[in-house]
């Protein structure tokens, strides 16, 4: 983690910026990305001067407060600053050509598995979410900062179900106490669109136990074929809510769930209830030995991009799982 006080004076004396995040944008990253753009405000930053650029986002996310400033593209040849938030690597920016409209870079993350890429990085791989490091590192008290913070708090540890520690306890604990209704965005949160709930549906259908001995690894996935043509590229499928409810439905103590793109690829979305096992190595090491093309995020929670038949990459991951 770097030192903090390196970014203010940057964002002091910078007059423009953008914003951007992942590919896939969740509720940390949608969340995490508004919460950058009021913070800014509450800095005294012009608001036509900051650019949330997110090209496709979900519509189940349209409550965050500050859609309503959402850019689809840039609108400056140049920015004073780009921020790039809940980001791990380059390659996984959502409009990460945009990178080289600012004069600096800062990444602020949360991820096991990161490659700096940044001019300033501010990492903390311990938090639970990139909402709680903005919560740590910038005081604010605007309810529209703080909402988008529980936002993606609440989005990151599957509704208090994952990777929820005890700091991370102390923040909603404060956030209730601002006043922030985090009950009311659970609820929005678990609110799944009707396309959502088709998807899952379907993933719960043809879900089956891979074939380790206690049926703990639960193994589903989606093909290009169940997909709407606005869905082929994967962004406005919501892989997360998917996977809340597949963790509410079925019992499990391991899940992947694979979604095919319009490239032929599956990209995974691991979950562990396992503390002792990493799910962030094994897809790390499944990258390093050339049989994932991208793989890691964190140990309880981890995805990875792969050109096989999905049958194989069930049987890899699940053998991956029971050595370790």
Known sequence: MTNTNSIFPILE???????????????DAIS??????????????????????????????????????????PTKNEYDVVLVLDCPGLSFVQGSEFLAYGKQ??????HETISLYGDTNLIDTLASSCTCILYDTFTCRNKNFLTCIAIGLISDTSDFTLNVTSHCQKIASELRSFGIDMDGLSSKLRSLSTRTQELFKLTLERGYYSTDSNN????TYLLQKDLLASEKNLNLVNHKAIVKQLQDSVPFTFLILLIENEKGEFRGSLRSLDNSVDLNEICSTLVKEGKFRKGGGHSYSAGCTVFMPYE???ELLSKAIIAY
């Open 13 to 27: 004396e910078a007059n423009t910026f953008a914003i951007l995040s992942h590919q896939r944008p969740d509720g």
């Open 32 to 73: 995490s990305s508004f919460a950058m753009f009021w913070y800014l405000l509450y800095m005294g930053k012009e608001k036509q001067n900051i650019d949330v650029i997110i090209p496709e986002f979900l519509s189940d996310f349209s409550f965050v407060p500050g859609m309503e400033y959402l850019k689809k593209a």
């Open 105 to 110: 870079v800062i990444c602020i993350d949360h």
């Open 216 to 219: 703990s690894i639960f193994c």
């Open 312 to 314: 194989e990459v069930f």
